[in-house]
């Protein structure tokens, strides 16, 4: 049966596509992410700069980027460089939004702004001051499940949500970022945080905030809370929750998400958690009475989070420049009101009690 709804869950490309991409920090994530999603997408790196100057020089030999910079000054004064994409650890983004709004240049910031509320305010403060655009990279927005969903949701394939839960126990290899280890906030403000984004993104901001957090016995030397359950209450009578496990040592894996509502549901499972980074497609299950009693559609969906989730959060800020506008699904100040709910958590499970994410200022 041909599904009477639309799943539209591939990033929009505006345009113009070839702004210059000046990369700042080619670690990990810029490596297996940021330039293969942007060489799928046909995107334009111009050069790219890191502290580690081997680290740059290593990158731009392998990914054929024509200028390695050996300072972040001379990459901003490169008028090639129209948009300066930042993938360093989350201390460090500040002092670096301070210089790239000061050069009159556009940028796509790393989740999460910063682990401090005060410092990611004056990051969105910092990039409006200087009337350029600013954009996070929180992609699960455009991971093909969510997207898809979001979609689903928006032409009323569940009616009104009800439940929304999104669970995921899996082996997480934290060693990939040795300088988490030493994180007093880990598993919130690292990694739920893509939940809670994506929660935000379907529903809405929620009333209220409920965390609890726990760590595993053999978790050292990560420090973090390694293992969270966080119930979002909305004031349409929706709960939604995040119940995450980085530990699964032994069990089989699972990532899944759920959104029941009063006329169907959707479920799926969240392919780059089976295997991250190489991951496999989401899959996606919809029930719906607009389908008919007892009818499953199950659309395939090919892409990847990484990198295609990538490719979208990049495409919102050229369309966000080529019209002058707010990026529609990742501005920076959307993205406050997503660290509030991760630092409300910190809060309830802190105080244990339920924070309104409005109390974090
Ligand atoms: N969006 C996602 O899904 C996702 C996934 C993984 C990591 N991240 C985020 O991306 C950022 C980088 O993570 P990673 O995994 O690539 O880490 P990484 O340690 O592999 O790489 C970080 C790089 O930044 C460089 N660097 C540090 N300070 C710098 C500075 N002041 N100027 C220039 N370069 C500097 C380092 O030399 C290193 O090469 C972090 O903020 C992390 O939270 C996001």
């Known amino acids: 049966m041909n599904t009477p709804f639309v799943i539209d869950y591939k990033p929009h490309l505006g345009k113009k596509t070839d702004y210059g991409i000046g990369l700042i920090g080619t670690g990990g994530i810029v490596q297996y992410a940021h330039i293969p999603a942007y060489r799928k997408a046909g995107f334009n790196i111009v050069a790219c700069y890191d502290l580690n100057p081997e680290t740059a020089r290593k990158v731009a030999q392998e990914h054929g980027i024509a200028t390695v910079y050996d300072s972040l000054d001379a990459l901003l004064n490169d008028p090639a460089v129209e948009i300066v994409d930042i993938a360093v650890p989350p201390w460090e983004q500040l002092k670096i939004v301070r210089q790239v709004a000061a050069a009159g240049k556009h940028m796509l910031c790393q989740k999460p702004l910063s682990e401090s509320f005060a410092e990611?305010?004056?990051?969105?403060?910092?990039?409006k001051e200087a009337g350029v655009k600013q954009a996070i990279n929180q992609q699960m927005r455009w991971d093909a499940g969510i997207r898809a969903s979001k979609n689903l949701i928006e032409q009323g394939v569940i009616g009104q949500p009800t439940d929304a839960q999104i669970a995921v126990s899996v082996l997480t290899p934290w060693h990939m970022w040795p300088w988490l280890a030493s994180a007093p906030h880990l598993e919130i403000m690292?990694?739920?945080?893509?939940?809670?984004?994506?929660?935000?993104?379907?529903?809405?901001?929620p009333e209220w905030v409920t965390s609890r957090h726990?760590?595993?016995?053999?978790?050292?030397?990560?420090?973090?809370?390694?293992?969270?359950?966080?119930?979002?209450?909305?004031?349409?009578?929706?709960?939604?929750?995040?119940?995450?496990?980085?530990?699964?040592?032994?069990?089989?894996?699972?990532?899944?998400?759920?959104?029941?509502?009063?006329?169907?549901?959707?479920?799926?499972?969240?392919?780059?958690?089976?295997?991250?980074?190489?991951?496999?497609?989401?899959?996606?299950?919809?029930?719906?009475?607009?389908?008919?009693?007892?009818?499953?559609?199950?659309?395939?969906?090919?892409?990847?989070?990484?990198?295609?989730?990538?490719?979208?959060?990049?495409?919102?800020?050229?369309?966000?420049?080529?019209?002058?506008?707010?990026?529609?699904?990742n501005s920076t100040e959307d993205n406050l009101n997503t660290l509030r709910v991760a630092h409300a958590a910190y809060l309830s499970a802190a105080e244990n009690r339920s924070v309104r994410p409005s109390e974090v200022k």
């Open 120 to 127: 990611a305010q004056e990051i969105v403060r910092m990039a």
């Open 190 to 205: 690292f990694h739920s945080i893509h939940y809670l984004d994506a929660l935000r993104f379907l529903f809405g901001d």
């Open 214 to 329: 726990a760590r595993y016995p053999k978790q050292a030397p990560v420090q973090g809370e390694s293992k969270t359950i966080t119930v979002l209450d909305y004031a349409s009578g929706l709960q939604a929750m995040t119940n995450v496990n980085h530990y699964n040592e032994y069990a089989e894996p699972y990532a899944t998400f759920r959104f029941l509502g009063t006329e169907g549901a959707i479920t799926g499972t969240i392919g780059l958690m089976y295997n991250y980074p190489t991951g496999r497609p989401d899959t996606l299950e919809i029930t719906s009475e607009h389908y008919g009693k007892g009818v499953k559609i199950t659309p395939t969906l090919d892409e990847m989070w990484i990198p295609d989730a990538f490719v979208g959060t990049m495409a919102g800020l050229m369309e966000a420049i080529e019209t002058d506008t707010q990026p529609r699904d």
